[in-house]
């Protein structure tokens, strides 16, 4: 290593980056891929002992946890979005209409730009801006520029966001709206990561959020994991189901839980982890139910567009965890989608966006097909909001004709018997 010590950042308990793949070490930095087998590169820590109370009484997001993430330890107090301390709601509503003794939402929806990208933008930025990177960016299917831009916007930055050019309207107008810098391309996804990976070689200062900081980037889905097993009276859950689209949040979620377990903040105890694609975008999917290791491509064509990612890069590391925790992978069609969105709002109250269709979808299935129990705690994630996905149940929800105002007119309809 050439450089010098004043060059490395201070990232609060984080030592260094491994490969995940060969175990090759290098000091932080901007780094993300293995020098020896361009595998990709994971945060270590030499963590403190830390307590219950310590977190309890830290501040009501993401930050209480600063001590486990790779971020300035004065993170709290700088300019970020706070996103976390979402609600887990004990829906047990939904439960009842699905035959299981507990089921939890965590409610994703209830971020600063209403999904759980803002979660790992946040720890992305803190990094990056340790780092000097001065322009924050990123490739995204809708929800990550949402929280790019606006994360941006608040730490008083520069943002350059890319998405494909086909994504819902409002997720367009809701990451315009914060300005910055906002490309629309025609092509998918992996177009536009592609595109990313090129400028992000060509310009040192872009953090693209998910490709040069993307070690930092994914650390912050482990806050998931640990705002569940805190919400449960720091206990984890027996199972729990999550969307996959690059397959990071299910992956971060199963380290969260080991974590805790090694900190001595939750008793040791199995869990299952399993995954939930849409079968027009269902790579993982598909490489579970064959056995595969690795992961084969897909071109993706679903409605659940935050999770349309044809070739994840965490695919195998999933397949790692569902397998190691006796979970599966499976997938529901679009119209599965929607009716587990509609089901969601009318049996819960919860409105989540075609992802929280995905995971609820799955977790019917996986109860039909015997593979989840449904007498054991289980926890969904909601990673979204259903006012971002309005075109996907639009034509599945009944929007009634005005009708006069009068009781004549109001009878007429044939409202009184409903
Ligand atoms: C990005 C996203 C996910 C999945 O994230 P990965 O970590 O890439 O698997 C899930 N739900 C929603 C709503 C998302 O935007
Ligand atoms: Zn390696």
Redesign the pocket.
């Known amino acids: 290593m050439t450089q010098s010590d004043s060059s490395v950042p201070q990232l609060g308990n984080a030592t260094g980056l491994s490969c995940r793949e060969c175990g090759w070490t290098t000091p932080l930095g901007p780094y993300y891929a293995c020098a020896e087998c361009f595998g990709p590169l994971e945060v270590s820590y030499k963590f403190p002992r830390i307590t219950r109370e310590e977190i309890e009484s830290g501040p009501y997001s993401i930050w209480r946890y600063a001590p486990l993430l790779p971020v300035p330890a004065d993170i709290a107090s700088r300019r970020t979005t706070q996103p976390g301390y979402t609600k887990l709601i004990d829906a047990d509503g939904l439960a009842g209409k699905l035959g299981m003794r507990q089921l939890w939402i965590k409610d994703?929806s209830g971020n600063p730009t209403h999904?759980?990208?803002d979660r790992?933008v946040a720890v992305a930025l803190a990094a990056a801006t340790e780092m000097n990177f001065k322009v924050l960016a990123c490739p995204?299917?809708?929800?990550?520029a949402n929280a790019v831009a606006a994360a941006a916007a608040r730490a008083g930055i520069r943002s350059v966001v890319m998405v494909p050019s086909n994504l819902e309207g409002q997720k367009i107008l809701t990451t315009a709206v914060y300005g910055g810098t906002f490309v629309t391309v025609d092509g998918n996804y992996d177009d536009v990561n592609r595109l990313a990976s090129e400028l992000a070689g060509e310009h040192d200062d872009w953090a693209f959020v998910?490709v040069n900081v993307r070690p930092y980037y994914?650390e912050g889905?482990k806050t998931l994991g640990f705002e569940i097993a805190e919400q449960l009276g720091w206990r984890l859950p027996e199972q729990i189901v999550?969307?996959?689209?690059?397959?990071?949040?299910?992956?971060?979620i199963d380290k969260g839980f080991q974590e805790l377990v090694e900190l001595g903040l939750v008793e040791d105890k199995p869990w299952k982890v399993f995954g939930a694609q849409a079968t027009g975008c269902s790579p993982v999917s598909e490489a579970f139910a064959n056995g595969w290791d690795a992961v084969r491509p897909v071109k993706p064509s679903t409605i659940a567009k935050?999770?349309a990612?044809g070739n994840?890069?965490?695919g195998p590391y999933?397949l790692d965890v569902v397998r190691r925790t006796g979970g599966v992978v499976a997938d529901v069609s679009d119209e599965e989608v929607v009716d587990s969105m509609r089901l969601l709002a009318s049996a819960q109250g919860v409105f989540g966006?075609?992802?929280?269709g995905?995971?609820l979808g799955v977790l019917r299935k996986l109860i039909a097909s015997g593979q989840l129990d449904p007498d054991k705690e289980t926890v969904i994630?909601n990673?979204?909001d259903g006012l971002?996905t309005l075109d996907a149940v639009a034509p599945a929800v009944r929007v009634p004709e005005a009708i006069k105002p009068s009781v004549e007119a109001f009878q007429a309809a044939g409202y009184e018997g409903e």
């Not at 995204?140 to 990550?144: A, P, Q, R, V």
């Not at 999550?242 to 971060?252: E, F, N, R, T, Y």
């Not at 966006?353 to 929280?356: D, K, R, S, V």
């Open positions: 994703d999904s759980f990208k790992v995204s299917t809708g929800n990550l998910n994914a889905s999550v969307p996959i689209a690059s397959g990071a949040q299910l992956v971060k935050s999770l990612i994840p890069a965490d999933v966006e075609t992802a929280g995905v995971t994630i990673s979204g971002k």
